[in-house]
């Protein structure tokens, strides 16, 4: 059974930092692309940054780019995503995929699993 547990969501203001996990059970994570994805209230879920399972690339988007860092802790089976220097657009509920085969690591719709999502609300 796949089952994806996020945490280390919560309020942090206007350029503070927060770091989120990913705790995956069911399967062993090196081998499978990992994606956190975020959601605002009336928007899009849209693609923040991924790990890929078979080379360790790694990919941001443009508007987090600098600010936030992937990384994957492969005896934990856990993978961390780094957010610094938060600004209030940062805020949405945070939610981590997993997929074995993604090719558009931004498309929601390619990931197969996902969790159940973590608040993150940045104050100004």
């Known amino acids: 059974q796949v089952q994806l547990v996020e945490s280390g969501g919560g309020l942090v203001q206007a350029g503070g930092s927060l770091r989120l996990s990913c705790a995956a059970s069911g399967f062993t994570l090196d081998y499978y692309n990992i994606g956190w994805f975020r959601q605002a209230p009336g928007k899009e879920r849209e693609g923040v940054s991924c790990?890929?399972?078979?080379?360790?690339?790694?990919y941001y988007a443009d508007s987090v780019k600098g600010r936030f860092t992937i990384s994957r802790d492969n005896a934990k089976n856990t993978v961390y995503l780094q957010m610094n220097s938060l600004k209030p657009e940062d805020t949405a509920v945070y939610y981590c995929a997993t997929g074995f085969y993604v090719t558009y690591y931004s498309d929601p719709d390619e990931w197969d699993y996902w969790g159940q999502g973590t608040q993150v609300t940045v104050s100004s």
């Open positions: 790990i890929s399972g078979s080379d360790g690339s790694t």
